[in-house]
T-cell receptor, first 114, second 113 residues
Framework: NAGVMQNPRHLVRRRGQEARLRCSPM?????VYWYRQLPEEGLKFMVY????????ESGMPKERFSAEFPKEGPSILRIQQVVRGDSAAYFC????????????FGPGTRLTVL | DQQVKQNSPSLSVQEGRISILNCDYT??????FLWYKKYPAEGPTFLIS?????DKNEDGRFTVFLNKSAKHLSLHIVPSQPGDSAVYFC????????????FGRGTQLTVWP
């Protein structure tokens, strides 16, 4: 049973470019979460999605960031016009539908903005 | 605001002894708590969880204790092994923000031979 898959593992972008991060949840999991970890900090929640629905996006920056989880295919976290402050590790997690569900994390995408 | 706090950035323990990692939270609506272990350049790995209806949960060498009145939980690792050396994160969820996990900043555990 494959775990949560994320790609790419490393992504380098220049300021002003777009970054697209992909996440495939564990088999049987219908809930996807995105978190960001800045250096020397814990993980910070960004967004919670189910198939074709955004459930909670209260942790997303108001501009340049968007997320989707389409009916088919992986979840995508999109960052437009990246800035140096976007450099971080971005982790995706998935869980089954139960409300008190453990979230299982992928290996992360390390975004570096030059 | 930091709703989950891990006040010890690091802990050093000799192999074979007990490691105790602590975590405090401020939100009384939290009702599900988890511990994750993280190695550099990898994602967090789930270790153990506890629901607020319990005060203890055990899984092999790992035991989590929850003190709801003090809003405090701890992770005990017995016996500690060098392979346990990693950053340990405490996380909590519950209340109106269902699904969202709040993380502490982590504690770096070093187990030396």
């Amino acid at each position: 049973n494959a775990g949560v898959m994320q790609n790419p593992r490393h992504l380098v972008r220049r300021r002003g470019q777009e970054a697209r991060l992909r996440c495939s949840p564990m088999k049987g999991h219908s809930h996807v979460y995105w978190y960001r970890q800045l250096p020397e900090e814990g993980l910070k929640f960004m967004v919670y999605l189910q198939k074709e629905n955004i459930i909670d996006e209260s942790g997303m920056p108001k501009e340049r960031f968007s997320a989707e989880f389409p009916k088919e295919g992986p979840s995508i976290l999109r960052i437009q016009q990246v800035v140096r402050g976007d450099s971080a590790a971005y982790f995706c997690a998935s869980s089954p539908p139960e409300s008190k569900a453990t979230q299982y994390f992928g290996p992360g995408t390390r975004l570096t903005v030059l | 605001d930091q709703q989950v706090k891990q006040n010890s950035p690091s802990l050093s323990v000799q192999e074979g002894r007990i490691s105790i990692l602590n975590c405090d939270y401020t939100n009384s609506m939290f009702d599900y708590f988890l511990w994750y272990k993280k190695y550099p350049a990898e994602g967090p790995t789930f270790l153990i969880s506890i629901s607020s209806i319990k005060d203890k949960n055990e899984d092999g060498r790992f035991t989590v204790f929850l003190n709801k009145s003090a809003k405090h939980l701890s992770l005990h690792i017995v016996p500690s092994q060098p392979g346990d050396s990693a950053v340990y994160f405490c996380a909590a969820s519950g209340g109106s923000t269902l699904g969202r996990l709040y993380f502490g900043r982590g504690t770096q555990l070093t187990v030396w031979p």
